[in-house]
């Protein structure tokens, strides 16, 4: 799977792949970011997601969901649970939810 493709073509923002555990596998942002940045910033997500929702994501893969989408007036958050992985996308509030879909199945399918 094309982390970088899948970010640019739902025009996302940030994507990150989590396992069960809560860790961050990898990352992506559409910011030019340094790699010493990137690390930081991964470093404090994981710790974020540890601290705040280890249980979620446990929840998350034992349940019948597949997709969840938070929405605020400006940002969405969609986390997509793909074989024993979530892809969790950051994007501005006027994301396509179909084009994410159809990128996703595009580089699953590959």
């Given at each position: 799977m094309n982390?970088?493709?899948l970010l640019s073509n739902t025009k996302s923002k940030v994507i990150y792949l989590i396992n069960e555990a809560g860790e961050i596998l990898d990352y992506h942002s559409k910011n030019d970011d340094s790699v010493a940045t990137s690390k930081e910033k991964v470093v404090a997500f994981s710790a974020t997601i540890l601290n705040?929702?280890?249980h979620f994501f446990k929840?998350?893969?034992e349940s019948n969901l597949s997709r969840v989408t938070m929405k605020s007036d400006k940002e969405n958050i969609?986390?997509?649970k793909q074989e024993g992985f979530i892809l969790c996308?950051?994007?501005d509030r006027n994301i396509n939810l179909g084009v994410l879909g159809v990128s996703l199945n595009k580089q699953i399918n590959k």
């Open positions: 982390l970088e493709e705040m929702t280890s929840e998350f893969f969609v986390l997509v996308f950051f994007s």
